[in-house]
């Protein structure tokens, strides 16, 4: 079992930043990778970035350059540095970690961004 804990969303007004945190415990060496998602307002679920062990990224289209995905192995977090924030970008963002094998995914409970014109 891994648990995952967002910290770190807010109100911001556009073009400003905020830094998303996931803290994970339980079965952490299980890991495979750890993604942050988000969900606006009746729109599907969507990777917004990905983090793998090697510590290789991929991020979706729309924040490519805007946000960065990094990780502190020493204290089991993921941290997603959000820039030039813009009012799409208002969603709630999830953690998500893929661990095991079979590879299982974790979720963490949410937490609200919104971003003001």
């Known amino acids: 079992q891994v648990q995952l804990v967002e910290s770190g969303g807010g109100l911001v007004e556009a073009g400003g930043s905020l830094t998303l945190s996931c803290a994970a415990s339980?079965?952490?060496?299980?890991?495979?990778?750890m993604t942050w998602y988000r969900q606006a307002p009746g729109k599907q679920r969507e990777l917004v970035a990905r983090?793998?062990?090697?510590?290789?990224?991929n991020y979706a289209d729309s924040v490519k350059g805007r946000f960065t995905i990094s990780r502190d192995n020493a204290k089991n977090t993921v941290f997603l540095q959000m820039n030039s924030l813009k009012p799409e970008d208002t969603a709630v963002y999830y953690c998500?970690?893929?661990?095991?094998?079979?590879?299982?995914?974790?979720w963490g409970q949410g937490t609200q961004v919104t971003v003001s014109s």
């Open positions: 339980g079965s952490i060496f299980r890991i495979n990778a």
């Open positions: 998500n970690a893929l661990a095991g094998l079979p590879p299982i995914d974790y």
């Open positions: 983090i793998s062990n090697g510590g290789s990224t």
